[in-house]
């Protein structure tokens, strides 16, 4: 039985007047899912939820208590392209639209995150492919997202992330913890 997940990009973000673009998910790039198998996503694994028309909500930090947009209302737009899995929301005049717009063009956002169910996937030993999953929410991550990859971006200035890896990051936080 297939179960609810989270992963999340260290990807592009931009802010644009009082939206934010980007990619919640990106395409063939390989991520170290906490040491326990590496998974790749693959082209299309978004295009059954996009067919659906389900009401998708985009949230800070996982939090449905802090609701940046959704499709419903039209205040979020997802597609995809030959890179990913596409976002573009309406930012609201909430105290969190706020803080994540504030935090985009400063370039302090973690990343992107996505909620979803497998519906397809292969394994082979520790790889795992998504084929094909049901997407329940994206989310603006504050800290630190599963997957690292490319430079989040907010108004053309790019911050490198200081950590390599999930592993890394939870190393750090224990360290800093002693």
């Known amino acids: 039985m297939s179960s609810f997940e989270k992963r999340g990009f260290t990807i592009e973000v931009r802010a644009k ?94 990343g992107m995150s996505f909620g979803f169910t497998a519906l397809d996937e292969k394994r ?8 094909a999953v049901e997407l329940h929410e994206i989310s603006v991550v504050l800290a630190w997202p599963a997957y690292d990859g490319t430079v989040i971006q907010a108004r053309a200035l790019s911050f490198p992330s200081p950590f390599r890896s999930y592993a890394d990051r939870a190393l750090r936080l224990l360290e800093l913890s002693k």
């Open 17 to 110: 007047g009082r939206r934010l673009e980007g990619y919640a998910a990106t395409f063939s790039k390989s991520a170290d899912i906490g040491g326990r198998f590496i998974e790749t996503i693959a082209p299309g694994a978004f295009s059954g939820s996009l067919r659906s028309k389900a009401d998708v909500l985009a949230l800070v930090d996982h939090d449905p208590g802090r609701v940046l947009a959704r499709t419903r209302s039209g205040t979020l737009r997802l597609s995809e392209d030959s890179r990913g899995f596409a976002f573009d929301l309406d930012v609201p005049d909430t105290a969190a639209g706020r803080d994540v717009l504030a935090l985009a063009e400063r370039g302090d956002l973690g």
């Open 124 to 131: 082979d030993g520790d790889r795992r492919e998504l084929r």
